[in-house]
């Protein structure tokens, strides 16, 4: 693609390992590519087993490929969503992580905040987390429950993203594993677009924090 070839993009591809056509692809240009991502949800996956696939991790290792995973709350079919009941959970999230150290993950959605599985992040040096989606806390309901946090919500009553952007940044060991990313177009679903989103970030964290979530954490999981 000409895209590929504009030096203010990195190539990202998705894959999903249950379709033999899209891993095959996927393995056969990982080397052209600066990260993998992984939709669970819309793919089925297991988390809790996707380790098994150890031709895909054979090669993420080898061109070491950073991995976002999409990471879900796990009642999403609560929600009255069509969806299947499978492991996408942040604790089935943090467990594939764990399983697999040599591969840089970045755990999406700050791990929906659950408080075991950013208990249990703290531990692993393979981990990164990006913020998209906290525009949303109290502001996305679906059948009168909110959609953003996990079940186990480390801060049930922060009110706002600001908020829980600033309770994130003030572990200094999760502030580390911080990256910004927007949840655009999805975002349009409350009302925020991408500046609105970082604008959250500016109101509410310093300008070190901020440099380092904006600009220094992401340069270094891409790198």
């Given at each position: 693609?000409?895209?590929?070839?504009?030096?203010?993009?990195?190539?990202?591809?998705?894959?999903?390992?249950?379709?033999?056509?899209?891993?095959?692809?996927?393995?056969?240009?990982?080397?052209?590519v600066r990260g993998l991502m992984v939709w669970p949800i819309l793919c089925d996956l297991d988390l809790t087993v996707l380790h098994d696939c150890r031709a895909l991790w054979h090669e993420v290792v080898r061109?070491?490929?950073?991995?976002?995973?999409?990471?879900?709350?796990?009642?999403?079919?609560?929600?009255g969503r069509t969806v299947h009941r499978n492991r996408y959970d942040p604790a089935a999230a943090v467990a594939l992580a764990a399983a697999l150290p040599d591969v840089r993950f970045n755990l999406s959605h700050a791990l929906r905040l659950s408080v075991s599985a950013l208990s249990a992040v703290r531990g692993l040096d393979n981990v990164m987390m990006d913020i998209s989606g906290l525009s949303a806390i109290g502001r996305l309901f679906e059948n009168g429950r909110e959609v953003f946090p996990a079940v186990d919500n480390a801060w049930p009553n922060l009110g706002d993203g600001a908020a829980a952007a600033c309770a994130l940044a003030a572990d200094p060991i999760l502030a580390q594993r911080l990256m910004f990313a927007s949840s655009w177009p999805f975002s349009l679903w409350w009302e925020y677009d991408p500046k609105q989103e970082l604008e959250i970030l500016k109101r509410a964290l310093p300008n070190e924090v901020l440099e380092n979530i904006i600009w220094h954490n992401p340069c270094l999981f891409y790198s």
């Open positions: 693609s000409d895209l590929w070839q504009d030096s203010r993009l990195l190539p990202v591809v998705a894959v999903n390992p249950k379709n033999a056509e899209s891993l095959e692809w996927v393995l056969s240009h990982l080397d052209q061109c070491d490929v950073p991995v976002t995973v999409h990471v879900g709350t796990g009642h999403e079919p609560g929600l």
